[in-house]
């Protein structure tokens, strides 16, 4: 079991490590207590999703771009509906199609390089993947578009990175 101190001890290591891939600038105000949190995670992020780059990052959808994809490009919602009524939620997977599987499983492939990453090999970090459906829906019409993705999500440093790819 670890302790605190030996917790805080190996967050240092770790930021330590990441600070060495960023600018003498970033090194020099996380030096002295400076940087933003959101700096050092970007370099975080870049170094240990890089195993992702073939990947395609999830895009959220808007209201606009749902409602074309709802409506299968036709002009206007034959009950009425406008980009207003469409309503988003995220549910589990219930199904994936055989391209959807075959991206999921590189993607599983993938997330083994990123556990075997020297910061998360010497550490008690882990990786683990989540997949999702988002769904966008007329609520005037019913029609639906549904969309499924996985989350990458990285335990570093005593913070959660993640991000999000489209299958």
Same mark, same amino acid.
């Given at each position: 079991m ?12 770790l ?23 959101d700096?050092?995670?970007?370099i975080a992020r870049?170094?240990?999703?890089k ?10 959808l808007?209201s &606009?771009?749902?409602?074309? *994809? ?5 002009? %206007? +919602?034959? #009950? ?5 009524? $469409?309503?988003?939620?995220?549910t ?14 590189r ?9 075997v ?7 008690? &970090?882990r990786?683990?993947? *989540?997949?999702s459906?988002?769904?966008? %829906? +007329?609520? #005037?019409c019913?029609r639906?578009?549904? $969309?499924?993705?996985?989350s990458?999500?990285?335990?570093w440093?005593g913070?959660?990175?993640c991000?999000e790819?489209?299958?």
């Open positions: 670890t302790t605190q101190l030996q917790r805080d001890n190996f967050r240092t290591y930021e330590i490590e990441a600070i060495k891939l960023g600018t003498e600038d970033q090194y020099a105000r996380w030096r002295d207590g400076l940087l933003p949190d700096e050092l995670l970007h870049a170094e240990l999703y195993v992702m780059g073939p990947f395609i990052r999830r895009e959220k808007r &606009g771009k749902a409602y074309q *994809l709802i409506h299968h490009g036709l002009p %206007t +919602c034959l #009950k009425g509906g406008t980009t207003d009524d $469409v309503i988003f939620e995220t589990d997977v219930c199904e994936l199609e055989p391209p959807e599987w075959d991206t999921f499983t993607i599983s492939q993938a997330t083994e390089a990123i556990k990453h020297p910061w998360l090999a010497v550490s008690e &970090g990786v683990e993947t *989540l997949l459906s988002h769904w966008a %829906t +007329c609520s #005037k019913q639906e578009h549904v $969309v499924s993705s996985v990458v999500m990285i335990d440093a913070r959660i990175l991000r790819y489209a299958l």
